[in-house]
């Protein structure tokens, strides 16, 4: 089956640092993303990982363990403007384009002053 | 604007009425997705087309729901004998897939918001 785990709420202070965790299980695998969804808008990309090992972009960082299927997004000097859901997503591979995306339910992110 | 537009933003109907939703993504992306999205959950995928060709289409969709995109630009959804569990966001998403980029972003729309009554 197909199953991808995000904590639903997480709270923290604007300037801290945030990790948001995301675990995985799925027939194939052909890269993880995450996304970015504030309330009412649509998702925007933030990061893909497809080899073991963390990418930075900025204040964001997402890291990528296939072996254990735990992927986690890191949040540093967070902003208000941060306050949003973050949503993982696996690029299943069930058939051959493998291009048929598993969106786990996302954890909405609230950044307190 | 360049981005991927959808058409109408909102609609509502009543059950059983057929409805259309159009999807026109950015000008040079050769891949198109649709997805359905409810409240409090991560967006659930429907169908995918890879310019004109419908490669792949969840299985777990109904066959009240068909995607079409003819020409290999816009794209169409329909869903015939609507329902109330059908009432969320459609969203529509495209990307490019070409050795010089990375085939990777999907761009987003701002969703057709259906509700059925």
């Known amino acids: 089956g197909q199953n991808i785990d995000q904590p639903t709420e997480m709270t923290a202070t604007e300037g801290a640092i945030v990790q948001i965790n995301c675990t995985y299980q799925?027939?194939?695998?052909?890269?993880l993303f995450w996304y970015q969804q504030h309330a009412g808008e649509a998702p925007t990309f933030l990061s893909y990982?497809?080899?073991?090992g963390l990418e930075e972009k900025g204040r964001f960082s997402s890291f990528l363990s296939r072996s254990k299927g735990y992927s986690y997004l890191l949040l540093k000097e967070l902003q208000m403007k941060d306050s949003a859901s973050y949503l993982c997503?696996?690029?299943?591979?069930?058939?051959?384009?493998?291009?048929?995306?598993?969106f786990g339910p996302g954890t909405r992110l609230s950044v307190l002053p | 604007d360049t981005g991927v537009s959808q058409d109408p933003r909102h609609k509502i109907t009543k059950r059983g009425q057929n409805v259309t939703f159009r999807c026109d993504p950015i000008?040079?992306?050769?891949?198109l997705y649709w997805y359905r999205q409810t409240l409090g959950q991560g967006p659930e995928f429907l169908t995918y087309?890879?310019?004109?060709?419908?490669?792949?289409k969840s299985r777990l969709l109904s066959d009240r729901f068909s995607a079409e995109r003819p020409k290999g630009s816009f794209s169409t959804l329909e869903i015939q004998r609507t329902e109330q569990g059908d009432s969320a966001m459609y969203l529509c998403?495209?990307?490019?897939?070409?050795?010089?980029?990375?085939?990777?972003?999907?761009?987003f729309g701002p969703g057709t918001r259906l509700t059925v009554l």
């Open positions: 087309f890879q310019n004109e060709a419908q490669l792949e």
């Open positions: 998403a495209s990307t490019i897939a070409d050795i010089h980029y990375r085939p990777d972003e999907q761009f």
């Open positions: 990982n497809v080899l073991d």
């Open positions: 000008s040079e992306h050769n891949r």
């Open positions: 997503a696996v690029r299943d591979l069930w058939n051959n384009y493998g291009q048929n995306f598993v």
């Open positions: 799925t027939s194939g695998f052909n890269g």
